[in-house]
């Protein structure tokens, strides 16, 4: 859990960072919004070479996989919370006097939140994917390298009991995590009653 935790923190920070510059700036949607489209073509598990030769055979390799399946996600999904922002929202917290860091904190994030989330809850499940990839493929203990075991020890039960563990982990995170930042949304947007 160390590995994604810190891939997907990281992650996390730099996808918001980078949407927020694409959604807002001309120059950065022609060149990083680009890239990030081309980017996303590309499986995560394409970077496990280039991972192994910059990191070598570690936990940072496995973090570096992580980061790179979920930060694309989570860039998109700000961008696009960003670009959907109501230029009335911004109009009207010019007028009343907001400025740069005050615009960005008070307007534009919280409008943007819906999408942010999406993204990140996209990014999660492709972090959670490559984190599994990585401990595959990267000899290391993990759930992806028990899976490995199984499979190399002919023990299907050992490899259904870990794929089920796998997906309860992943019902656990949108159960605890995920729904209810999706709920406090339709709650604050009017959507559901509190």
């Known amino acids: 859990m160390k590995r994604i935790a810190i891939g997907y923190g990281?992650?996390?920070g730099v996808g918001v960072f980078a949407g927020l510059l694409i959604g807002r700036f001309r120059i950065f949607?022609?060149?990083?919004?680009?890239?990030?489209s081309g980017l996303q073509t590309l499986p995560t598990i394409c970077w496990l070479p280039l991972s192994l030769l910059w990191?070598?055979?570690?936990?940072?390799?496995?973090?570096?996989l992580v980061f790179m399946g979920a930060v694309l996600s989570i860039a998109t999904g700000t961008d696009s919370g960003v670009k959907n922002v109501?230029?009335?929202?911004?109009r009207a917290a010019k007028t009343m006097g907001a400025k740069?860091?005050?615009?960005?904190?008070?307007?534009?994030?919280?409008?943007?939140?819906?999408?942010i989330?999406?993204?990140?809850?996209q990014g999660w499940s492709f972090a959670w994917r490559s984190l599994m990839a990585g401990e595959l493929l990267i000899v290391c203990l993990g759930l992806g390298h028990l899976l490995?075991?199984?499979?190399?020890?002919?023990?299907?039960?050992?490899?259904?009991?870990?794929m089920l563990v796998i997906i309860l982990i992943g019902i656990l995170v949108d159960r605890l995590f995920f729904m209810k930042i999706e709920r406090h949304i339709r709650e604050r947007w009017g959507l559901v009653k509190s």
């Not at 949607?29 to 990030?36: A, C, N, R």
């Not at 990191?55 to 570096?64: E, S």
């Not at 199984?150 to 259904?160: A, K, P, T």
Request: charged content about 15%; glycine content about 6%; aromatic content about 10%.
């Open 100 to 115: 740069k860091w005050k615009l960005y904190l008070e307007v534009i994030i919280p409008a943007a939140f819906p999408h």
């Open 86 to 90: 109501p230029p009335l929202y911004i």
């Open 10 to 12: 990281i992650s996390l």
């Open 117 to 121: 989330v999406i993204g990140m809850k």
């Open 29 to 36: 949607e022609d060149t990083l919004g680009s890239l990030i």
């Open 148 to 162: 490995m075991l199984g499979r190399e020890l002919n023990d299907m039960s050992q490899v259904i009991a870990v």
């Open 55 to 64: 990191f070598g055979l570690n936990d940072n390799a496995i973090i570096f």
